[in-house]
């Protein structure tokens, strides 16, 4: 059996939206805010259109074996300063277990810009009913819109910096 959720996250962001964007575009910056949990981790990432992002990690929780993280993404479509839609796998010890669309909407509004995310869900293998997994899945997409928000305010200035937009790094 499969699951299907839709949630959406809306953040006031007290930048412009171009620095917002080069936040999600530029590898140096998005290493500051965009991380899976745990040790080891390794990102690869190419912002473009069918461009994407490869991330892996070994999680290890208490009184738990170590889990082996992996999210995959494809960028599917990219309106510099407005718009970023991609699609992304995560998976658990090499077994997918959920798959999401996610649209990224930044609109302009006093004093910065309006983050809008929708994430469209299929869970694959969920735990119980899944709800559990939807609030976990939730939460962590928050607790990383909080690290954007944290990396944007953090000095200095975001503006001007787009080397690293393709680069490769690690942990």
């Known amino acids: 059996m499969v699951r299907h959720d839709t949630f959406a996250i809306s953040r006031h962001l007290e930048v412009p939206s171009d620095e917002v964007y080069l936040a999600f575009s530029d590898t140096a910056i998005r290493r500051r805010w965009f991380r899976l949990p745990g040790s080891g981790a390794s990102y690869e990432h190419d912002f473009r259109v069918g461009g994407g992002e490869t991330a892996r990690s070994t999680f290890t929780g208490l009184d738990t074996a ?5 999210n995959r993404s494809r960028y599917i479509d990219i309106a ?5 839609v991609y699609g992304y796998e995560a998976i658990v010890d090499g077994e997918l277990r959920w798959t999401s669309l996610v649209t990224v909407r930044l609109d302009a509004e006093t004093g910065g810009t309006r983050l809008e995310w929708t994430e469209q869900v299929t869970f694959l293998r969920y735990t119980g009913d899944g709800s559990a997994d939807l609030a ?7 607790l990383r ?10 000095g200095p200035s975001i503006r001007g910096g787009t080397e690293g937009r393709r680069a490769a790094s690690g942990d």
């Open 66 to 70: 170590p889990e082996l993280l992996e």
């Open 80 to 84: 510099a300063e407005h718009r970023i």
């Open 136 to 142: 976990h899945l939730r939460g962590a997409s928050a």
């Open 145 to 154: 819109l909080n690290g954007l928000a944290a990396a944007l305010k953090s």
